[in-house]
């Protein structure tokens, strides 16, 4: 196989499971007509305003808001240990410094495989205790404006 297609075939193939996964786009959305309500993670105190679509999905102290058919915000509590096995944030380097609620960080943007799909995350992390919480955006490019809505609603317990 020659190098262009080699080129050719890898290519499309990440088009496609980046595709995959990007489903629950609000690119297109209006903040403005959209309805919002609030959201309180019941052990880790963190809350946040979102589109009364997305359906929180809890596992531990991590949630993964659900729309359409894909997984557009999540929140992630977990160690640097934990994160670097996973595959976010740590792995990669860090696209420059962030506060988030008060709270210094550093924001991560970065390709995030899961098996064979791919999703363009952009991660505000911050240190919480002994752990680090990452306000996760998956997204083709910069925040869109519902995005935007929810990172400036977040706060910490």
């Known amino acids: ?23 629950g786009s609000t690119r297109d959305l209006d903040p403005e007509t959209l309805s919002w309500v609030d959201y309180t993670h019941s052990r880790a105190g963190y809350s946040l305003s979102l589109p009364a679509a997305m359906r929180p999905d809890e596992e531990g ?24 096995h996973a595959g976010v944030w740590f792995g990669h380097e860090a696209a420059g410094a962030i506060t988030l609620d008060g709270r210094a960080g550093e924001r991560f943007t970065y390709v995030h495989w899961d098996g064979p ?7 505000y992390v911050v240190p919480v205790g002994d752990r680090f919480l990452g306000l996760e955006f998956r997204t083709a490019t910069d925040l869109d404006p519902v995005q935007e809505k929810i990172l400036a609603s977040f706060r910490l317990p």
């Open 1 to 23: 196989m020659s190098d262009i297609s080699l080129h050719l075939l890898l290519a499309t193939a990440l088009s496609l499971t980046t595709a995959c996964c990007g489903g």
């Open 61 to 84: 102290d991590s949630v993964f808001f659900r729309y359409d058919a894909g997984v557009p915000v999540l929140v992630r509590l977990t160690t640097e240990e934990e994160a670097r």
């Open 117 to 123: 799909f791919a999703t363009r995350t952009i991660a």
